[in-house]
């Protein structure tokens, strides 16, 4: 079946970096998104990935590795307003988006 | 960038009502249109998804009869809750994208639908 993992919940503190990993497997492979969804509110697009590497956006940045079926969401100088749900979705061999579940990230003072 | 529209943004019924959502793409033309359902806490559940003409796609286990979805032009797709239940009672979430291929899902601002 098709599977997307990235953990529940993190923690960071204002001003420092984090780093939400996300794995998946699914069948064929199409790129990978970052969306960044505050509470009550529809997502956003963060990223996009397609090739593996790095892809930097401001204070954003998403690393792809297919061969490890493996992505990450970089968040440098983290503010207080990134506090938010960051959801990973693959697009499978059909074009169509597999979500992994979120994760929810807490920024502390 | 691309802007999507949902009407209305909330929506409060009685049980066995069907309520009606709207999604827009106000400055491009969707070739898709996709429809999720979201609960408290919980990811997107796609539930279908749409192409301008034809039948909706409905993922397994949602029911065509019940969640009604119409793709009439390349700018509209509307979604009816018919006979609508306190468990159907979630964040509606509409996407669209320019082409049927991989590429970016531009979403509206989601329907919040409360079933008394």
């Known amino acids: 079946g098709q599977n997307i993992d990235q953990p529940t919940e993190m923690t960071a503190t204002e001003g420092a970096i984090v780093q939400i990993n996300c794995t998946y497997q699914?069948?064929?492979?199409?790129?990978l998104f970052w969306y960044q969804q505050h509470a009550g509110e529809a997502p956003t697009f963060l990223s996009y990935?397609?090739l593996d590497g790095l892809e930097e956006k401001g204070r954003f940045s998403s690393f792809l590795s297919r061969s490890k079926g493996y992505s990450y969401l970089l968040l440098k100088e983290l503010q207080m307003k990134d506090s938010a749900s960051y959801l990973c979705?693959?697009?499978?061999?059909?074009?169509?988006?597999?979500w992994g579940a979120g994760t929810k990230l807490i920024i502390k003072p | 960038g691309a802007v999507v529209s949902q009407h209305p943004s909330w929506v409060i019924c009685k049980s066995g009502t069907s309520v009606k959502i709207e999604c827009r793409s106000l400055?491009?033309?969707?070739?898709?249109m996709f429809w999720y359902r979201q609960f408290p806490k919980q990811s997107l559940m796609l539930m279908a998804t749409?192409?301008?003409?034809?039948?909706?796609?409905?993922e397994q286990g949602v029911e065509k009869d019940k969640f009604l979805i119409n793709h009439a032009s390349l700018t509209l797709s509307t979604l009816t809750v018919t006979s609508a239940h306190p468990e159907d009672s979630s964040f509606y979430i509409c996407?669209?994208?320019?082409?049927?291929?991989?590429?970016?899902?531009?979403f509206g601002p989601g329907t919040r639908l409360t079933v008394l």
């Open positions: 996407s669209a994208t320019e082409a049927s291929e991989v590429g970016e899902q531009f």
């Open positions: 400055d491009f033309q969707a070739t898709t």
């Open positions: 749409s192409n301008e003409g034809s039948k909706a796609t409905y």
């Open positions: 699914t069948s064929g492979f199409n790129g």
């Open positions: 990935n397609v």
């Open positions: 979705a693959v697009s499978d061999s059909n074009y169509q988006l597999i």
